[in-house]
């Protein structure tokens, strides 16, 4: 059941890309190959193979290719995305769903659009199981214009509100407080760099504080909740950028949950905020009418022109989520990629180490360091050459850093277990 | 010199898109395209033929085939983009220039985006002559956020600011500036329903106003400044979002110049502002972080993770753009465009009106009504099934509006122009 491709030529042929992709059978020869002759044997059940005489230059790639040549990327936002996420968003980049438009280039008050934010919103609500009353907004900015609007939404300027600390951007979002309300930090783990998440009942809670926010996962320490605090007086505030759709979560515990896309979700510049409906609506007077609460839920996001590629590429996302089985399944499998890293470093003999208490150990971020830091460079080179990038720490703790989130996949984890095996077993 | 491909198959072959696109010399066959034999002819000099017997059906599309069954995008905003600038995003887009990510994977931080970003903030500076004495910003939040970023950055709450009202824009920057600052309204062209620009002479400026605001193309009803005035004390600033790079523009008369993207340089999702270096670092206390131009400045656009992918497209357009032969010969081929439109409606007897005076008239936003308004409804319908698409006025004025951008080809508007001929001939 062969049939034969054959190509008769006595002069060069320009053509894109050497490779029979047999999932979706398309035929792509890389540029720049100098077709001099070849043949392609198909088979139903086998797929393709073929054979061809060619000189070939690597660059610009195309489909097929792009994704056997991609790296394992560990970075910690923007971060990796599911490759048939990508795939899917390439092939209909230029004519989305026959529409003859980009999604770059529809107005976002067509019914193309509309469709596409509508759809984004219920994959998410159906993600998280979020009742109707919260509402879902899709904002610019990133979690820092959030640290300004959480505040500048939800009290006065006179009011008190509460903050634990464990990492750096629970303490940026309280010192941005600081300008909308009486902000103060309630326990802080900068002492212990970082590496703790303190007790519940050992918070002394503001008896009169509006709300109180927390950092469910720090992405420079690695530090994540796995449970949360009672508010005495107020609402639950949390920002969930670093972990946001990486487990359940009981969205009923939080008055406010808000996210910046680029971890697990989707490309930088789209932010999310899940609010309860009745928290909207008291904006302080000088509150930039697009950081006001009131002003994008009454609009559905769509007060001015809001970033549509971004919250399409969210959709995608999220779909692909609730094809994986919902967040559950997604869970087991972050659990499972966390357990093979962290085992790795605990049974390294202290040649690598983790500084976050165990029981707190996030599942998305996970820094450690060499005993012997003086390899720490050559650890990140060398990882670089197997094609497992973004390594290095962050600048602020130094080490190295692993970001793995929903869109790593086992294979990268495995290979990066792998390497530091090897990697201690050269150096130790 | 021609040779031969031929596929001698018994059974069926899946292939990806019937179609030889001679200019980049990719061979794609379509989708679920049922090959039962075909024949490839190639010669140098006239590229590519091809003959196949094939069944097909229409989705999911791909490359070369979605730009064949592009519509002509009229919408306001996100508008339509250059065919090859998204081509190319489409070849890159699950890995960038070999790295192996996505742009939409690739930390903001790394050499990778860097390089992207320093070479469009570069390619800008270059487009419209922005000199060292200028810093150039890639923000979020749409020109709406700048509407409160703008006062908040250039002024206390006591100084006087003053805004020429050409259109709804203008209008709604006015009132944020109202939280912010002694905001006054010396002209408006409500009264007129925004058809017209006032004579710079006749401007009644504050003595002591820290501003002078106009917005250089009013997006909704198609109003475009020629010249621009001078502030009797202040700084010139300029809302460029509808006519950004549309021409060339002299950004030494301005204090600050800022834009959405969306309409002629990329997605939605990126804001650029353009700021005179000694304005920038007197923001009010209450100033969001991220609305702080001194905080954007000192970090270059990166004290957050920024909107990468849109500024990785807002680059694309830039370098062709410049490949275009630059803004002098973009405004050439905007203003045919524009003239062959605005002729066609002059000539049309009445039948087409335009209601905005004659020297001001917009290049880019072209609204138009019929005498018949009856009709209007018809013609937007009749004009999509011809695939002009997103030809509806905005809803506060109503009837047509055409908005031709930089990516708009001539060959749309002449599709247009003759679409309106028949129209009429029907109708009349």
Redesign the interface.
Known sequence: ?A?????????S????NPIIHHQ??????K?TTKMTSFSIL?N?VKGFSIKCAATTT??????S???E???F?F???????P?NV??K???????W??????V?????R?KEFLSIIQKAEADLRALLNITEDYTVLFL??????Q???IP?NLVKPEDSVDYVVTGSWGDKAFK?AQ??SKSKVIWSGKSEKYTKIPSFDSLEQTPDAKYLHICANETIHGVEFKDYPDPKNGILVADMSSNFCSKPVDVSKFGLIYA?A?KNV?????TIVIIRKDLVGNAQ??T????DYKIQAENNSL????????IY?CGLVFDDLLAQGGLKEVEKKNKKKADLLYNAIDESKGFYRCPVEKSVRSLMNVPFTLEKSEFEADFIKEAAKE?M??LKGHRSVGGMRASIYNAMPLAGVEKLVAFMKDFQARHA
Chains 1, 2 share one sequence.
């Open positions: 059941m049939s034969k491709l054959t190509l008769s030529s006595p002069n042929l320009l053509l894109q979706n059978h398309q035929l792509l020869l540029p198909t139903k690597p660059t610009p790639l195309s489909h290719q792009d994704l040549e991609r790296v990327n970075a910690a936002g923007p971060a990796t995305l490759a990508l795939k968003a390439q092939s209909e980049l230029c004519n769903h026959g529409s003859g438009m980009s770059m280039e529809m107005s976002h067509g610019q900015g990133g979690a820092t214009t640290f300004a609007a500048l941005e300008k909308y910046g680029q989707g490309p930088s510049g789209v007077g000088i930039p009418v697009m950081l007060y001015n022109t809001p970033p549509c590629y971004g590429m094609k990038v973004q």
